[in-house]
């Protein structure tokens, strides 16, 4: 049974940063696309930003371009989500997904499994 696990999240200040791990138990982790979207109260959840299982392909929203960086790491079946310059509206639940298809996307329905999410708080 395929689990994906994030850890990190926390309360943090404007202009902090925090590191997000999610840890896959996939067998096969090297040949799945991986992606963090986060969903703020009473909000659509959004892509954030995605890695492809080349490591050739990343995407990022617009609103955390130049912040926040993707990275896997096949060895340790684990992609990471790097956030600097933390903003108040980058509060929300962060989750971790994964999709066997080539490529990044970042439509929802792309992605086969996700893990329970990790809050991160951002107080201005």
């Known amino acids: 049974q395929v689990q994906l696990v994030e850890s990190g999240g926390g309360l943090v200040q404007a202009g902090g940063s925090l590191r997000l791990s999610c840890a896959a138990s996939?067998?096969?982790?090297?040949?799945?696309?991986m992606a963090w979207f986060r969903q703020a109260p009473g909000k659509e959840r959004e892509i954030v930003a995605a890695i492809s299982r080349g490591l050739i392909n990343t995407y990022y929203a617009a609103s955390v371009k130049d912040r926040f960086t993707i990275s896997r790491d096949n060895a340790k079946n684990t992609v990471y989500l790097q956030m600097n310059s933390l903003k108040p509206d980058d509060t929300a639940v962060y989750y971790c997904a994964a999709g066997s298809f080539y490529g990044t996307s970042g439509r929802k329905d792309s992605y086969d499994y996700w893990g329970q999410g990790t809050q991160v708080t951002v107080s201005s």
């Open positions: 996939i067998r096969t982790f090297s040949t799945y696309a």
